[in-house]
């Protein structure tokens, strides 16, 4: 009867263990987990992987995402030696340390041991909810128990190392070692990580930035266990003491910030988003830039762009010297903007005109005052140099020379090439003249780096991509192989800016009309940068000159670039290598196609002072010169004589007062010419 009596009360103990189990599964089972999908900090990398810029989350808090890979493995020991020894043991709640802080709190009358387990610490970070109430202690540990069936034990730490608090607007480990010591997680010294241990304990009273002392007394004892647990010894525990806790926050990573909101706006799913960019590059050129400013005024601006013309990935893009609403607009992405290039389409212009037979770079061409159906351009500096070779009217960047070859094409064949190289632009008006050769076309800093990458390349242009993986479509071939090789040796022998290196790196400058663009892009056998300073709001800079301004900037980001340039392909085989007197007949010197219709070679023609010019009277008046024509010449001022049978191609006019003058010459022959000036 007592034996039945024993089985029967051992079944009836059984069946009701099993039936609380059952009901405690069941009551597991059915817990309603919260979102499990964290928002992490948008992030912008560079090529390497390196942190470029990193964005907050919807609630202005930095939570980065991580990997349990890319934490240093001391730093995850010293984690569950302090917070939780038997994490990989339990099942999410740990029994024995409940009990154990349970009685020292009946013991002791207050709270002196924590008995809640990472797992709980995941739940209570998931819901934000308390640890004071037994409603909310209950609701974590049913949580922790539910969690630790659905995740294993290296995601659910992965979730703490995410959503640790570390005081202010910082959530998550990584997080605190970019704001705390400006590094990334996995390579850390101990007294970093006693100290990012201890913060989330208390993250609002242990802020070093905040509270310096209660942070570091906090570490010491995280460091005083580490030693007892054996995890590090007696001379790592004196090292860490003596190391300084950090007192202030650093700022999080903000390079290339006009890119990183470009990329951003291009495709703004992604939490990570990869670029071309080169980070240590880019840090000496956001440099540069802030140095270029520093001494030109309150209002100029800088832009560069650095790219790989083999592969046309871009290396450096800085929008602004300063991403700030200041006088300078520095939110503004000046690389972008569109803007008059002056002088730098120049090389283009010639390189097809090489293609179209037109000219050779030993050409012989004029450079005099010239009318083109009513346009009639003058050189920067108002002087003209008569006849001259190709290759010194590029490396002079003489205006009269490059209308007259864009003439010969006309302006719709250049705006061809710019469409076959990808380049797009903005006509003022909509209408294409002759203007566009000097500038009057809007283009953007990083589609005359796009071009210049094709010249470099040798005729091919692909696109500029910024955006890693991005795979290049197919070149499109502008210019032969043989033009964009004379370009390139025309340019490489201009004169570097005063104190920069003689190291014939080519490169071109322009200044837009009004001094209102300065401009130097150049390229070796593997690089190119171009360079903008102005103002962004389009006001003219007074002075401002590409060779003066921009060049110099061109040469010292190269500096940055790396120590020697790479050097420049040798001449393909059909380039044709010779003087001016061993080229064909026709390339010999430039004719217009329309020449026929022009007037004779020797016509007279006032060579100075140019048409339109102002020009400042001498004491003794104003030197006239005449060009081509036959001796005696006479000069009339108004229609009135002022000078009769004069042999010498050279006088000085006298008595011709001040303002407006119509100046006339007429030779032997009869024929004349004119030009109206302004007398100051």
Known sequence: MMRGAAVFALAAGLFLAGLGRDLADQWIDT?????LSLQSSVEVVDRRGALLRVYTVADGRWRLGLRLADVDPAFVAALLSYEDKRFYQHSGVDTRAMLRALAQAVWQGHVSSGGSTITMQVARLLEASGTGHWAGKLRQIRLALALERRLSKAEILTLYLKLAPYGGNLEGLRAATLAYFGKEPLRLTPAQIALLVAIPQSPEARRPDRAVAAATDARDRVLARARRDGLIDNDQLRAARSEVVPAARRSFPALAPHMADRVLAETPSPSRHQLTLDKTLQI????LAREVVAAQGARLQVALVVA?????????SVGSAAFQADQRAGFVDMTRAIRSPGSTLKPLIYGMAFDEGLAHPETLIEDQPSDFNGYRPQNFDRHYRGTIRIREALQQSLNIPVVALAEAMGPAKLLAR????????????????????????GLRLEDMVQLYAMIARGGVSLPLIHKAQAQNPQGQRVLSEAAAWQIGDILAGLAPPPGAPANRLAYKTGTSYGHRDAWAIGYDGRHVIGVWMGRPDGTPVPGAFGADLAAPVLFQAFARLKPTLTPQPPAPPATLLVSTLDLPQPLRHF????AAFDAPADT????????????????????ARVSGGTPPFTWLANGAPVVVAERARAVMLGDLGRGFVTLSVIDAEGRSARSQVRLR
């Open 284 to 287: 000496k050129l956001e440099q």
């Open 308 to 316: 790989d013309h083999a592969s046309g990935e871009i290396l450096a």
């Open 418 to 441: 710019l469409d076959q190289a990808g380049v797009p632009y903005a006509l003022p008006n909509g209408t294409a003249g002759l203007a566009i050769a000097l500038g009057g076309i």
């Open 604 to 623: 007279p023609a006032v060579a100075f002072p140019p048409d339109g010019a102002e020009v400042e009277l001498l004491p003794d008046g104003v030197l």
């Open 591 to 594: 004719r217009s196609r329309s």
């Open 31 to 35: 817990t309603d987990l919260p979102s």
